[in-house]
């Protein structure tokens, strides 16, 4: 980082992922910087270093690249779930056949239940179409926008969360970290929840409160939840959300896929032609907003 550090000095553009082009240490050094080109989707590291909007520094990011595969990522979580996946994986790990077992774990079917998708960006716009492919009722909350894809039946501004989370079966955080969506599930978001809902996460682990995610899980409140992100992260070996009853957490993964990944590189490569030429550049991340 010191090197990068130093090589920035005389840099108009700064192109990596997130926290490594985000250093305070590194933008600070860039005196001549006018463009971050963030290689990723979130840029909550950006935001938080005071030079980017004290600057007005243009960022982009990689919005809606990964979004096809973040959202297979959280039906497969709730999905899991649902038909117990989390307790019979521990059976085959340990080689047991029980049909016994298998008749005390709780099984739900998705179709005809409700899915709230927090955030009806590009990744929650790709939940819920495969909600709404289950046969879910799909709902959701997206920020000073009520907009809607045919296949959503009601979008709820941020205000709304907890009205529509009470009647959800399934809740999908696809929302970007800011200040407003900081520790936003909570005890009391924990506490509107159906008994037999789902919780998944595969936006930022901050916007959860883990210790009241933990206490939600240990004093049955929700029925499971399914994480991509977690906070801390790494999440260390002794905390207790690893010993937390009907949870499955992947180390924030979900935009890995089998595709070439292309589409990265290619609005990479169109942005640096457009930021040339003076054109209008893509996925230009609002910096009062801060996504």
């Known amino acids: 980082m010191a090197t990068a550090a130093t090589e920035a000095a005389d840099a108009d553009v700064i192109v990596g992922f997130n926290p490594e082009i985000c250093s305070p240490k590194l933008i600070d050094n860039a005196k001549q910087l006018r463009w971050i080109a963030s290689l990723a989707a979130g840029v909550e590291n950006c935001m938080a270093v005071p030079g980017v909007r004290g600057r007005n520094l243009l960022v982009t990011n990689m919005r809606g690249v990964d979004s096809a595969a973040i959202a297979e990522h959280a039906v497969a979580l709730a999905m899991a779930l649902a038909h117990g996946l989390d307790a019979y994986a521990v059976d085959t790990s340990k080689g047991v056949w029980s049909r016994e077992h298998g008749a005390t774990i709780p099984v739900q079917v998705l179709e005809g239940k409700t899915l709230l998708v927090v955030g009806l960006g590009g990744i929650g716009t790709e939940v819920a179409k495969r909600g709404y492919g289950l046969g879910m009722k799909v709902v959701a909350t997206r920020d000073n926008d009520r907009n809607k894809p045919d296949f959503v039946s009601y979008v709820g501004l941020p205000d709304e969360m907890l009205a529509l ?122 910096l009062t907003k801060g996504y």
């Not at 499971?224 to 207790?240: K, M, R, S, W």
């Open 165 to 286: 989370a009470k009647t959800a079966d399934v809740i999908v955080n696809c929302a970007p970290l800011t200040p407003q969506t900081t520790g936003i599930y909570n005890d009391k978001f924990f506490a509107v929840l159906k008994p037999s809902a789902y919780f998944i996460n595969v936006a930022r682990g901050a916007s959860a409160v883990t210790s009241d995610l933990v206490r939600a899980l240990n004093e049955h409140r929700l029925a499971g939840v399914g994480l991509d992100v977690v906070d801390p992260e790494p999440l260390p070996p002794d905390n207790p959300l690893w010993r937390a009853p009907h949870v499955i957490i992947t180390p924030h993964i979900s935009s890995r896929s089998d595709l070439p990944g292309e589409a990265r590189w290619t609005l990479a490569v169109e942005n640096l032609r457009r930021y040339a030429n003076g054109e209008k550049m893509l996925s230009v991340v609002d």
